[in-house]
C-alpha cells in the first residue's frame, strides 16, 4: 500500500504490473526490473498521467489522477484519446460536473472511479451506472448524494462501494441489498438504521463494513454476524454498547472488529 500525504491513496493494477500514482511529487512504484516508466505532466498543476510500457514494448495509461485540481472536465476532454486503456482514475476533491463524468464514457475499461468530496450530482449517478466494467466506486464525502445516485448506480457489478456522508434512506439499502457481488461496502457517517441494516443479509460476499459514526445498536450485531466472509467490521461513534460488541466478538472470533474513531482507509 502506498500513501500520499497530500491527496490520500492512490491504487492500482494491471495484469502483471502494479504501479501507484500519487498527486504530490512523492511517488511508489513496484520496483520491477523490467518495467519501463515515463511521467506526462499536465500543465504542472498536480494533474498525472502515467505511461507504462511493458517488457513486450506494448505502452498503455494505466492510471490517472486528477484529484484536488481545476478544470477537470477540460482535462479529462483533451486527453481522452489517450485514456481509453485507463483502468483506475482518481477525481478526489476535483471539480469535475456532470459534463466530466459523460466524458468517462470514453473510457471502456475503467475499472476504479475515485471521487470522494467532488461535486458530483444524482446525474452523474445515472451515467456513472452505465459504466459497465467499474468494479470499486468510491463516492464518499458528498452531502449532496441521495437515494437518486444509489439507484442509478444498482445494476453495476461492484465489489467495492463508499458511499461516507451520504444522504440516503432505506431505500438506497434496498438497493445495495441487489449488489450481491460487494467486497467491501462504507456507509459511515450516513443516516442508516438499524432496520436498514438488515436489509444487507443478501451480501453474502461482504469483506469489510465500515459503519461507523452511525445510529446502529446491538440490534443490528446480530444480523451482522450472520454475513458469513465478514472479517472487517467498523463500529466507532456508534451506539453499539461494548456488552454487544464483546458478544459478537465472542460468536465470530474471526471477525475484526474496529471501536476507534481513528482509522487509515485504503
Known amino acids: 500500500m502506498c500513501m500520499s500525504r497530500k491527496s490520500g491513496i492512490v491504487m492500482t493494477s494491471h495484469w502483471k ?15 520491477s526490473p523490467e518495467l519501463k516508466r515515463d511521467y506526462l505532466a499536465i500543465e504542472r498543476d498536480g494533474g498525472r498521467l502515467i505511461k507504462v510500457v511493458t517488457a513486450d514494448g506494448t505502452e498503455f495509461i494505466d492510471s490517472v489522477t486528477f484529484s484536488y485540481v481545476e478544470n477537470s472536465d477540460t482535462k479529462i476532454r483533451t486527453h481522452a484519446a489517450k485514456l481509453s486503456r485507463v483502468t483506475s482514475l482518481m477525481l478526489n476533491g476535483s471539480d469535475i460536473s456532470d459534463v466530466g463524468i459523460e466524458e468517462l464514457k470514453a473510457l471502456p475499461k475503467l475499472r476504479q472511479l475515485e471521487l470522494i468530496g ?10 456513472i ?21 444509489v439507484d442509478g448506480i444498482v445494476a453495476l457489478n461492484l465489489e467495492t462501494l463508499h458511499l461516507s456522508k451520504a444522504k440516503i434512506s432505506s431505500r438506497s439499502l434496498g438497493s ?11 456507509l459511515s457517517q450516513t443516516n442508516i438504521t438499524d432496520a436498514d441494516l438488515a436489509k444487507l443479509k443478501s451480501l453474502t460476499s461482504l469483506e469489510i463494513l465500515d459503519l461507523s459514526r452511525t445510529k446502529i445498536s446491538d440490534a443490528s450485531l446480530d444480523a451482522i454476524g450472520e454475513l458469513p466472509k465478514l472479517k472487517v467490521l467498523n463500529v466507532a461513534d456508534t451506539e453499539a454498547s461494548p456488552e454487544g460488541i464483546a458478544e459478537l466478538q465472542e460468536a465470530r472470533p474471526d471477525l475484526k472488529i474496529e471501536v476507534l474513531a481513528l482509522r487509515i482507509r485504503r
Not at 504490473?17 to 520496483?31: D, P, R, Y
Not at 467532488?118 to 451515467?127: R, V
Open 129 to 149: 451506472g452505465q459504466f459497465k466494467s467499474l468494479r470499486h466506486l468510491s463516492a464518499g464525502g458528498n452531502g449532496d448524494l441521495s437515494d437518486d445516485f
Open 176 to 186: 445495495i441489498s441487489k449488489m450481491t457481488n460487494l467486497r467491501e461496502l462504507d
Open 118 to 127: 467532488a461535486k458530483i450530482t444524482i446525474k452523474s449517478g445515472k451515467i
Open 17 to 31: 504490473i502494479v504501479a501507484a500514482m500519487l498527486v504530490s511529487t512523492g511517488s511508489c512504484f513496484a520496483q
